[in-house]
């Protein structure tokens, strides 16, 4: 009785590489960039870069937090102009000065902060700014777009209001958007990052369908499975520069690690979580009594959660996005109200706190959406100061801002920030304005961390080096509530995991019991009695 | 060939120069009605920059001209940062006429070591309290304070008008005006015999202390990031909907000051026109500073200029006075449009084949 999500849900942990499939390494270049060299001030984010995509080709772009993959595909859709380097689209050489060009060439990007009006229907985003003569006629647009749809296999229905749609179809919309027009070549920024697994198998069928027509996908990704299982070649970048192409059936996860850090990863060496000791005779520190919620549109999305973390434990919640995991996590960051039930930090009740007092009594947060918690025009060490501005005073209310930098500074160092502290956060690679609120939060040894989604956008040396961190605060004595779709990630960490459905937890169960069998059947909303 | 704009940022060294374009493409373009009144747009362009700095008494006048807009200008900035999108100035500013001049009045047996403090904290909290309203219904019922602001400067007008028909006529002329203010409740003169006074020192301290409070506070700095992006700040513990309710009491007591300015150190008396537009002059101001206090404090002074100038160039060369209000209006749309110019680029390029 396992329906399609949970098998998805399973297939995480073990993604196969799909059959082999007819080799495109020979099909003519659709995109050819040659010596690529992008500036930023005295940075140099991509350093003549050499890049081709075949004709038919998925190819992935590889390489740790900051190493140039967004410069170089922004340079590809026109947002940014290299200082050198050419480069040619099917042959013949472009000038790509903008978007508007890129498009013309047949070259679509989608980034992970989507362009669409969500009030508006699919049909009429999709149409947006590209619609021959002034007048638009929605019906005949919309029927068009069906079309389209239905032709490239891209599920999606073209009345419903974006707002209304999930991340994985707003991608859809966007991937279509893209596709209707014209594109023959698609940029993928990190789009399984926001994606949940039955998603993520969603987008790769249907680039393979669009693949057997001649699409060429740009895909960007931090996980070295999903790359292994979609692409037929894999360039990987290091600080600006091409370490190498690669066919991706010759090559393995490992080599493609190695390339990107550029020696060895040795095996993380580190404490296998053990399960508690005595958790029940201690009280615990962070205790949710019934807590329920309502979602943006007014609709119940937690129904009387109870939880409990201890001191020195990492509680994993997993579940299918949209089961409530956003709205309780911002219930524990204070930034929404619970409509019933108790909230107790080591005793302390938090139930209507605001985000200051939630910090007072010692909670951290990791929020799952960067853009929300970062105040992108500030400054690096404005961001890391903001959520405890008051220790900055000296006299006179006065903002002592060489301390600030100084903490940025030392804050950069510990955990390997590419930037520097006067640089604004608008600035930085995806991974490094994660790595901006991890310092921020951890560097603060709070007494219980929420933490969502902590290793979205990380390399995979950043995310083994969270993951430590994460082990660390436990070891320290901190209770974590660890909030993610990966469910490795939640196998690896937690002590204890709680499987959330609809906005109830369905079971808890400790991690020598969780199989991923038996959570996949909590996640689709199985109860634990029925296991 | 074929113009496009296209999106690249400025770069660094181009930035400071962009004010400097839009006031030289203003020039150019406002020529056009220099010309269409027979007269030669570089005369008219000197008596507008040149020759009010050339005597001292003129120098003086600019400052005098610069003063309320100093005010409103910075009253104007304070809200923008916070995100309070204030365009009340102009009712405020009046709601702070208004008190100046019922504490003036009284003042007959007060020194002004006393009267002047009273009326200067009575037009503060006048414009506070004209601004309280919009403010909470902002933050407490997220009512777009751009509307209620605005309308809050008509009522405002009205108010004043029906006053000064009403309870505060002239007993002797029977003109709508208010009888003149104590004489100790006047702003002294700075410089004898020039119209110079206390109100420019004042302005010259309210932009101190908020230059200050923006640059170098936690208050200041959290008020930028309540401006920036609410929902970050809320996430880092700022309380944003107080900071912006500070933000809106303060815009509204500053532009309050400029009423106080008006009464006690040039009219003398309350009159309906008491204003003159500085209200909506101070969005012009704090836009062409680009929301900075020094940046607003240098768009005050040439407006100042342009102002003492179009007197000027009016008596030598007959052209309208009214040329002044045209040329700061055109000013503040090149401007807008320039400041494009920080973002995008204007390119000119051959068709391909
Ligand atoms: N507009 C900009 N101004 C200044 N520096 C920038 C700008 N955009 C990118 N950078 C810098 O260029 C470098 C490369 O950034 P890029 O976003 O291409 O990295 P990335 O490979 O996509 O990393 P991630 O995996 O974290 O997304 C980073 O050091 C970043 O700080
Ligand atoms: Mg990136």
Request: net charge positive; glycine share 10%; proline share 5%.
């Amino acid at each position: 009785m396992r329906d399609a999500r949970q098998a998805s849900a399973l297939r995480m942990a073990r993604c196969t590489p799909h059959p082999m499939q007819p080799t495109t390494s020979s099909n003519p270049l659709a995109v050819e960039m040659r010596g690529i060299t992008k500036r930023f001030g005295a940075l140099v984010a991509n350093d003549r870069v050499d890049f081709r995509l075949r004709r038919g080709q998925i190819h992935a772009l590889l390489g740790e937090n900051g190493a140039g993959k967004t410069t170089l595909m922004r340079i590809l859709y026109g947002l940014y102009h290299a200082d050198e380097g050419e480069i040619r689209v099917d042959g013949r050489p472009a000038a790509i000065r903008s978007p508007k060009d890129a498009i013309a060439l047949g070259i679509g990007m989608v980034t992970q902060h989507f362009a669409l009006v969500p009030p508006l229907t699919v049909a009429e985003n999709v149409v947006l700014g590209y619609n021959p003569g002034v007048r638009l006629n929605l019906a005949a647009a919309s029927q068009k777009v069906a079309e389209a749809a239905a032709r490239l296999g891209i599920e999606v229905d073209p009345r419903a209001l974006v707002k209304d749609l999930s991340v994985g179809e707003r991608q859809r919309v966007e991937i279509l958007k893209a596709l209707y027009r014209n594109a023959n070549v698609l940029i993928l920024d990190e789009p399984t990052a926001v994606l949940v697994p039955q998603e993520v198998d969603q987008l790769f069928a249907s680039l393979r369908r669009l693949q057997e027509h001649g699409l060429s996908v740009v895909f960007i990704s931090h996980k070295l499975y999903e790359v292994m299982a979609i692409t037929d070649q894999v360039t990987v970048l290091r600080g600006g520069q091409v370490v190498g192409t690669v066919n991706t059936a010759e090559t393995t996860q490992a080599e493609l690690a190695r390339m990107m850090v550029g020696r060895s990863l040795a095996p993380v060496e580190r404490t296998v979580p053990s399960l508690a000791t005595g958790s029940a005779a201690r009280s615990p520190l962070l205790r949710l009594e019934g807590v329920s919620a309502v979602d943006n549109k007014g609709l119940p999305a937690l129904k009387g959660v109870s939880l409990e973390v201890h001191s020195g434990e990492i509680v994993g919640l997993a579940g299918v996005s949209g089961n409530g995991q956003t709205e309780l996590a911002q219930v524990l960051e204070g930034v929404r109200r619970p409509t019933a039930g108790r909230i107790l930090v080591d005793g302390q009740d938090l139930t209507h706190a605001d985000p200051a007092q939630v910090m007072q009594a010692g909670v951290g947060r990791i929020p799952e959406d960067r853009h929300a918690s970062l105040v992108l025009d500030f400054t690096v060490a404005q961001n890391l100061a903001l959520e405890h501005l008051d220790e900055y005073v000296v006299g006179g209310g006065r903002l002592d801002k060489g301390r600030m930098r100084q903490h940025a500074e030392q804050l950069i160092a510990e955990y390997q920030i590419k930037a520097r502290p006067d640089d604004r956060v608008r600035t930085l690679s995806g991974g490094n304005m994660q790595k901006v609120i991890l310092a921020r939060v951890l560097e603060r040894r709070p007494k219980v961390l929420v933490a969502a989604q902590p290793t979205r956008g990380l390399d995979v040396g950043a995310t083994e080096y969270v993951r430590g961190k994460l082990l660390e605060q436990r070891e320290r004595g901190a209770a974590i509530l660890l909030i993610s779709e990966d469910l490795d990630e939640i196998l690896e960490l937690a002590d204890r995991i709680a499987v959330i459905y609809e906005g109830e937890i369905r079971g808890v169960l400790p991690r020598r019991e969780a199989t991923p069998e038996r959570l996949g059947l909590l996640m689709s909303g199985a109860r634990q009695e029925q296991l | 060939m074929s113009l496009r704009i296209e999106r690249r940022p400025a770069p660094a060294w181009f930035r400071p120069l962009i004010p400097l374009l839009a006031v030289v493409l203003t020039m150019v373009i406002t020529s056009a009605l220099v010309l269409l009144v027979r007269a030669n747009p570089l005369h008219a362009y000197y008596f507008f920059l040149v020759e009010p700095l050339s005597s001292r008494v003129s120098v003086i006048e600019v400052l005098v001209k610069a003063t309320p807009l100093l005010l409103t200008g910075t009253a104007v900035i304070f809200a923008f940062v916070g995100g309070f999108w204030n365009i009340g100035a102009e009712g405020q500013l009046l709601a702070g006429a208004t008190a100046a001049t019922a504490i003036g009045l009284h003042m007959h047996d007060a020194p002004p070591i006393v009267a002047l403090p009273l009326m200067i904290v009575g037009g503060f909290l006048a414009g506070m309290a004209w601004v309280l309203v919009p403010a909470l219904m902002k933050v407490r019922l997220a009512i777009d304070e751009v509307v209620t602001t605005l309308l809050l400067n008509s009522v405002a007008l009205l108010a004043v008008s029906a006053l000064l028909n009403g309870p505060w006529r002239d007993p002797i002329s029977q003109w709508p005006q208010s009888p003149e203010i104590a004489a100790s409740a006047i702003f002294p003169k700075l410089i004898p015999r020039s119209r110079l006074h206390l109100g420019f020192i004042l302005a010259l301290v309210v932009i101190a202390v908020v230059w200050y409070v923006l640059n170098h506070t936690a208050f200041g700095l959290r008020l930028r990031a309540a401006g920036q992006s609410p929902e970050a700040a809320r996430f880092a513990g700022v309380k944003v909907e107080r900071t912006v309710l500070v933000a809106a009491l303060v815009s509204g007591g500053i532009a309050g000051l400029a009423g106080v300015n008006e009464v006690a150190g040039i009219h003398y008396h309350l009159i309906d026109a008491i204003s003159g537009g500085h209200g909506y002059t101070g969005i012009i101001v704090a836009t062409l500073g680009g929301l900075s206090p020094l940046g607003g404090t240098l768009a005050a002074l040439f407006i100042g200029l342009i102002d003492t100038g179009s007197q000027s160039v009016s008596r030598a060369l007959g052209v309208p006075i009214y040329l002044g209000d045209v040329i700061l209006a055109t000013l503040l749309l090149v401007t807008l449009a320039t400041l494009l110019l920080q973002r995008y680029r204007i390119v000119l390029r051959r068709r391909t084949a």
